[in-house]
Each structure stands twice: as C-alpha cells, then as structure tokens.
C-alpha cells in the first residue's frame, strides 16, 4: 500500500529498492506512473478475446508517449506478452513514426487496407 502522495512514495521506493515494482491490475495507478515518467518497462499480457468495454491502459496523456517493443514471447497457443519501454531520448522518439512508415508499405504491397 503507498501513503501519502503516491509519485513522492513511487519515487521513494524506486530510489530505495532494487528489483521490480509491479503494478497489477489498477489502470489509474498505471496512468499516474507513466504520466509522470516513473514506469521503466510494460509487460502487457495479450489474450485472443474482445469484451467490448473496459478500462484503457492508456488513457489521455499531457503529450505523445513512444514506446519501442524490447521482447516478446508467446505462452500457450494464444497468449502474447509484449514488453516496452519507454522511450525518453527525444532524438529517438521517431522510431515509432519510422516503424508506422515500414507497416503501412508492408500492408500496401500486401494489398491491405485498414478502415479508420
């Protein structure tokens, strides 16, 4: 449990501990953190089913957050885990337009093309 105002007590147990702060399953706590630059990694466990409603993971930010994927694995037959960092060298933010450049050509050649 975190007291007092949670980015003083995150930033706290960053600085005191070494290992992993995990944080499952509270979106809002999710959203403060990397709103404020305090989340190093997502490990984001992907599963074969849309409900329709819920919560976004990422809801509205101050501004365009670039994420770069560092590793994937699949468990099962179906489950994906895809982790990312995120990316705070302003120079290296354009990877993510680069990478949406290489996926919109690749659908182009292969015929593909996606409804807004």
């Known amino acids: 449990m975190l007291d007092g105002d949670v980015l003083d ?3 706290r147990l960053k600085r005191q501990l070494d290992g992993d ?3 499952h399953g509270s979106v809002q706590l999710a959203q403060t953190l990397f ?3 305090l989340v190093d990694e997502f490990r984001l ?3 074969p089913v849309v409900l329709g409603t819920g919560d976004r993971l990422f809801g509205e930010t101050s501004d365009k957050k670039p994420l770069r994927l560092v590793d994937t694995k699949t468990v099962g037959e179906s489950v994906a885990i895809l982790t990312y960092e ?3 060298d302003a120079g290296q933010a354009g990877d993510g337009a680069r990478f ?3 996926r919109a050509a690749a659908l182009d050649r292969a015929g593909i ?3 807004a």
């Open 45 to 47: 466990m992907v599963y």
């Open 9 to 11: 007590a995150v930033s």
């Open 86 to 88: 995120p990316i705070r």
């Open 100 to 102: 949406q450049e290489r």
């Open 21 to 23: 702060i995990v944080v």
């Open 35 to 37: 709103e404020h630059d």
């Open 113 to 115: 093309t996606e409804s």
